[in-house]
């Protein structure tokens, strides 16, 4: 059956579900499949439970074709590649921006402010959470509708590949690469394939005539990726190039040093005001971002909010008020302790980044720095160099009280505590509950530090 028969089909009924708990009346069920589980077989009770349909790849879960049931079964060569298949004529139906986000470290966080800003002016469809996989990416353009002005989709990926599969199934008409950095180089081998496949975003655009990109412009790996017939909106944190980039800068409290909770100021280029005669004035901006490496997500937002003509207070207005959710960038007031939290993930570039930043933060008077950090997972054979440099680092910043937990950090070289598991260290807190410090909480999720907040 060809995309536009199976489209119309997917357009008589009531959406499309891969979850055989979650049985809409008069839906469709698709039956994936996992290292662990195979949706085929669940696919007549899926029909039990109120789907009118079932898309399989599995022959023999299909009935004879004298059963009754037969009609209810849709055989397809893959199922995966069919919910993308839909996904992007779904998508063909709606002509509006589609903006894509990837990249190693930042791009949930761009992500939300690139929404927030939109949502000012705009009716915007989003990522929700980190749906940012060859599922989750056709399950959001799914939820395109007729009310939708624009769409934000976020693009994850562990393996070569993976954006060029994710931009053809979405067909994004810009996009933003936040960074390239050493992670999951246990799927892509090495740190040239993480640039390679992040820039696979860039390869789509190009071969778009309206392709357009939000270009990092101090990031020189993403600056030597752009394909010239791509138009770039180029932002930076460089004075000497704020003449034709969106420039932006942290403002220091009066004692010179970065707060807590970022703070900068940002500006059009000069040239563009130079050309309407418009005020040079810079726009300030009061976040609830912890981590000055978060302008450069900032400047992406304010970058598209720009590009899409969103109003400068309303720029500020929606950053300003934006709050970071889910253990990343969040600073947590306890009855004993400030923490930093940012346990949702962890790589070599962003576990750098934030110890930088953590380190050149002032702390409240009688309160000293204590840092608590988990694994970097899926590094492959650079894992134990990579964790040594954390050390290294750990030990150039001059923080003493620090706590290391997992695998692999306990195999560094380092005096520094260490502990096997978060449970351990949960063990620990019941008995000796750190008391008057800043606590920065940053490593993978899997190594679970999230589960640490409410001991502190």
């Known amino acids: 059956m060809d995309i536009n028969k199976l ?29 662990s589980f195979d949706g085929n077989k669940f696919a007549a009770q899926a029909l039990q439970k109120g789907c ?24 397809v060569e893959d199922c995966l590649q069919t919910l993308k298949d839909i996904a992007r004529e779904h998508r063909r139906q709606f002509d509006i921006p589609v903006i894509a986000i990837t990249g190693t470290n930042g791009k949930t966080t761009t992500k939300e402010l690139v929404r927030a800003v939109l949502s000012e002016k705009y009716s915007v469809l989003a990522t929700e959470g980190n749906l940012n996989n060859d599922i989750g990416v056709p399950k959001t353009l799914l939820r395109l509708n007729s009310s939708h002005q624009i769409a934000i989709i976020e693009m994850g990926a562990s393996h070569p590949g993976d954006i060029k599969t994710l931009a053809e199934t979405a067909e994004p008409t810009c996009g933003i690469i936040t960074n390239v950095g050493r992670a999951h180089l246990q799927g892509f081998g090495s740190f040239e394939g993480v640039v390679k496949t992040k820039g ?33 909106t180029p932002y930076s944190t460089d004075p000497d190039k704020q003449y034709e980039c969106i420039s932006g800068e942290i403002i220091c409290d009066d004692n010179g040093q970065p707060s807590p909770f970022l703070r900068m100021r940002w500006r059009k280029p000069l040239m563009e005001l130079e050309d309407t005669g418009a005020s040079q004035k810079w726009h300030k901006v009061q976040t609830q971002l912890i981590g000055d490496y978060n302008i450069d997500n900032l400047l992406a937002a304010i ?5 899409f003509s969103v109003d400068r207070k309303q720029i500020c207005h929606a950053l300003e008020n934006y709050a970071p959710t889910n253990s990343r960038s969040q600073l947590m007031n306890t009855d004993g302790n400030r923490l930093i ?35 970097m997972r899926e590094l492959g054979d650079d894992s134990r160099d990579e964790h040594q440099k954390i050390v290294d680092l750990l030990l150039a910043t001059g923080l003493e009280d620090v706590w290391l937990v ?14 096997q598991s978060v449970e351990e260290v949960k063990e620990t807190l019941q008995k000796q509950k750190p008391t008057r410090k800043l606590i920065l909480l940053k490593g993978s999720n899997a190594t679970k530090l999230y589960q640490l907040p409410s001991m502190l």
């Not at 970058?303 to 590009?307: L, R």
């Not at 993930?345 to 309160?367: C, D, I, K, V, Y």
């Open 7 to 35: 489209y119309h089909i997917y357009r008589q009924h009531n959406g499309i579900t891969t979850d055989s708990r979650d049985c809409p009346e008069g839906s469709i069920f698709l039956a994936l499949k996992g290292d």
């Open 52 to 75: 009118s349909l079932a898309i399989v790849d599995e022959p023999q879960v299909v009935p004879h074709p004298m059963s009754p049931d037969f009609r209810q079964y849709i055989l």
């Open 200 to 232: 696979e975003l860039y390869d789509y655009l190009a071969t778009r005539e309206d392709g357009l990109i939000f270009l990092n412009a101090d990031n020189d790996t993403l600056v030597d990726m752009v394909p010239d017939s791509l138009w770039v």
């Open 303 to 307: 970058a598209v909010g720009i590009n």
């Open 341 to 375: 939290v940012d346990a949702y993930n962890a790589n070599p570039s962003s576990m750098m980044a934030a110890l930088q930043n953590f380190a050149r933060l002032t702390t409240l008077e009688g309160e000293t720095k204590m840092a608590i950090l988990g694994d």
């Open 406 to 419: 997992g695998s692999e950090f306990a195999a560094t070289n380092t005096s520094f505590r260490k502990f």
